[in-house]
């Protein structure tokens, strides 16, 4: 079994993968980017002198400018978010992007949102806060990991991480759920109560039906990462060295993939129109039944896609939020 290497996002293998990314970043190559210098502290976790970038086809140009590397973006109503290394938390609403201080310091990587009065966040080192529409405060959950979090409704929404983590908010209270598995848990993905997926270490993918988790037969060994259903029966699945996963009506197949590069999140707007991204600014676009290299315009690590509308978003090292009209 090949270790899986993720997020502080680290270029070589460790014990705990999912301890450590380090993101590439492309600063030689992409003007709107400058290395700063990286204290003897920082460098587990690459810095640069950070902007928020957009881009139409190949074009891109600088929209603002920050200090994060982004982990997570989510868009919900009029609003949309986007989280960091370093507790940052950015919102646009409709416009520039701007920093709302979120209380925290430590490293926040996924986020979920019902309303714009009712969005969570969660990072690594335990932290989860809640947005009430007006402030963040800090959430008491159990879950020493949360890797991921995705809900269905201000009282479904679901967290995973280590050894099988999962904790579901009713909308008073996190309760921890019998998973099934003793596996690292990395992407959750929930399309309503009944259909929840959430995969990790080692090709597990386990399903919330019927409010009980079930493993689900994976055909590959690879880390799972990121995941996503357009429906009940239809969704995918991506990972280290260019997995891609598919399911549909008889389970889970394998998909050929343009990349090698570890693949971190998938999202789309159909089961026949997906987007991936990854490492060294890796997008693929699942067009019909194919998948195909897009150009980012950028070199630099990118951890998670959004797909909203007409819209793909794409966040990363550099601070860089890419934006695409479908």
Request: proline residues 4%; charged residues 10%; neutral net charge.
């Amino acid at each position: 079994m090949t270790l899986l290497v993720i997020p502080t996002r680290v270029s070589a293998l460790t014990l705990n993968p999912l301890s450590a990314r380090t993101p590439t970043l492309d600063c030689a190559n992409d003007p709107a980017h400058h290395l700063r210098e990286l204290s003897p502290i920082q460098t587990t976790r690459a810095f640069s002198a950070n902007a928020i970038l957009s881009f139409d086809g190949l074009a891109m140009q600088r929209v603002n400018g920050n200090l994060e590397t982004f982990n997570g973006v989510f868009g919900v109503g009029s609003e949309l978010w986007t989280v960091g290394d370093a507790g940052g938390t950015f919102r646009s609403q409709g416009g520039a992007w701007n920093h709302v201080v979120s209380g925290v310091t430590d490293p926040l990587w996924s986020l979920w949102g019902s309303s714009v009065s009712d969005v969570w966040a969660v990072g690594p080192s335990g932290v989860v806060i809640h947005w009430d529409g007006t402030a963040w405060s800090p959430k008491s959950l159990g879950l020493m990991s949360p890797r991921s979090i995705s809900g269905a409704g201000p009282s479904s929404i679901w967290t995973v991480g280590d050894g099988g983590g999962i904790y579901r908010y009713d909308g008073v209270s996190w309760t921890k759920e019998v998973s099934g598995t003793t596996a690292d848990l990395y992407g959750v993905w929930a399309l309503d109560a009944s259909n929840v997926w959430a995969v990790g270490s080692s090709g597990t993918i386990v399903r919330r039906s019927a409010g009980k988790w079930q493993n689900e037969t994976s055909p590959s060994n690879a880390g799972l990462l990121g995941v996503w259903a357009a429906d009940s029966v239809n969704a995918f699945a991506v990972g280290e060295q260019g997995t891609i996963l598919r399911r549909g009506s008889s389970g889970w197949v394998a998909e050929p993939s343009s990349t090698t590069s570890q693949l971190w999140s998938v999202m789309g707007s159909s089961a026949t129109s997906v987007w991936a991204v990854g490492t060294g600014g890796q997008l693929l676009q699942r067009s019909g039944t194919a998948w195909r290299s897009f150009a980012s315009g950028t070199t630099n690590d990118l951890f998670q896609v959004l797909v909203t509308g007409r819209r793909v978003l794409a966040v990363g090292a550099g601070g860089a939020v890419l934006l695409k009209s479908q």
